[in-house]
């Protein structure tokens, strides 16, 4: 761009009377940086006249007051350059007012008082100072046009799946190709560990932020949040992205599991089946997308009972109860085989089920199954075993005095 910027300017103003020109390539670089940078012509012509303005303003000493409007006509490349004059009964700035009798003079002789003289001008030394002047000042606002076209695109996008290449990583920095013109940084609480990020390796981001800095438009991405596998499951699953299914719930240890809460709005669509897909395709897909994220789908439920139980899958649990004196906490009880799957490695199952539930959950263990014992018969009768005892011994020493 800036090449092409100097290629327009790369002559002086040409000084034809009362009028300048740019040079002959004017209106072909003006197509050229149009089609390359996506940028409207008004847009590229009305920089120009801003810029052309403001070198003459500091040609005339950087006077804030002055009022000077530029016109640049497209096709024929002539820049007319247009001073105001107000018209007063008494002068105080000669540079900005005349009397009606200087408006006549000047070849203006029907105006009056408090009305606006438009002279064109085209001061001989208006040259290669301010062409430097307007060539710094063009470029810098094509710079900002673009950068807003760009914070415009993507901030409307935010939330959305994009795929990038890593095209930069060192350390902490890793930089993402999002398109032919536009970067995103991956900061590390955004990246699942331990996984690689290698220089032309494509990956699935989350849009995560776009701020608009001094700099440009900067783009924050992630790996790590619930929303690019609920983006995933949209793009593989064409009951979600239909509206049949619905996601009611994720939770994620980015990396190495997930749950997803899902229900149906049609009774003869199995939500979890949609989403698991033919022998686990549709979800293995997804997790392959996430470096081997281990993903649980579970069916949502308005009864927090049933809610809970699904939640801790694949565990199966015997007995789940309130604990009246704790606030949103359920108590779970499962078999001793069922103690470890219900907790997960390191906790990570009933955390996660909490998490997707808002319910805080207590793991218990049943005792095991056994056949009931004398003991067991008797008291479930109410007669204690003590009593028996106690019973035939006075018995037996009645019978046998001895």
């Keep these: 761009m800036v090449a092409r910027l100097k290629s327009i300017f790369k002559l002086d103003f040409t000084e034809r009377g009362k009028y300048m020109r740019f040079g002959k390539d004017f209106v072909v670089a003006l197509k050229q940086i149009e089609e390359e940078k996506g940028l409207p012509a008004e847009l590229i012509v009305s920089s120009l006249e801003a810029a ?28 007319t350059l247009t001073e105001r004059y107000l018209i007063v009964e008494t002068v105080e700035r000669h540079d900005r007012e005349w009397t009606k009798e200087e408006a006549a003079a000047n070849g203006f002789p029907d105006l009056n008082v408090d009305d606006v003289a438009c002279v064109d001008v085209s001061p001989e030394s208006f040259g290669r100072i301010a062409a430097q002047t307007a060539r710094q000042v063009i470029i810098q606002r ?10 415009s695109e993507f901030a409307n996008h935010i939330g959305d799946l994009v795929v990038g290449t890593i095209f930069k990583s060192e350390g902490d920095l890793i930089l993402v190709s999002v398109s032919d013109k536009t970067d995103a940084m991956l900061p590390k609480e955004e990246r699942i560990n331990r996984e690689t990020y290698n220089l032309g390796e494509r990956k699935k981001f989350l849009i995560l932020e776009v701020r608009q800095t001094t700099r440009g438009p900067k783009i ?45 709005l049609d009774a003869n669509v199995d939500p979890v089946g949609a989403c698991i897909g033919n022998s686990g395709a549709r979800i293995k897909s997804i997790s392959d997308d996430l470096s081997g994220e281990r993903i649980d789908v579970i069916t949502w439920s308005g009864d927090p009972l049933q809610y809970v139980r699904n939640a801790l899958s694949p565990a199966k649990a015997i007995k789940i109860e309130p604990v009246i004196d704790q606030e949103k906490t359920y108590r779970v009880y499962v078999r001793p085989d069922q103690l470890s799957l219900a907790i997960g490695k390191a906790g990570q199952n009933v955390r996660l089920a909490a998490r997707l ?25 109410g007669i204690k075993v003590k009593d028996i005892i106690d019973e035939l011994g006075a018995s037996l020493w009645e019978d046998d005095p001895k």
């Design 357 to 381: 539930t808002g319910w805080k959950i207590d793991i218990k263990v049943t005792e095991p199954d056994r056949l009931p014992t004398m003991k067991d018969l008797f008291e479930d009768e």
């Design 220 to 264: 924050i991405v992630s790996r790590t949040h619930p929303n690019l596998l609920k983006r995933l499951l949209e793009v593989e699953v064409p009951e979600i992205n239909d509206g049949v299914v619905s996601v009611r719930g994720i939770v994620r240890e980015a990396g190495t599991r997930a749950k997803i809460a899902v229900s149906s």
């Design 142 to 151: 094509l710079k900002d046009a673009e950068r807003q076209i760009v914070f």
């Design 52 to 79: 052309i303005g403001a070198a003459y303003k500091k040609y005339k000493n950087g006077d804030p007051e002055l009022e000077a409007k530029v016109e640049i006509g497209e096709e024929s490349c002539e820049i």
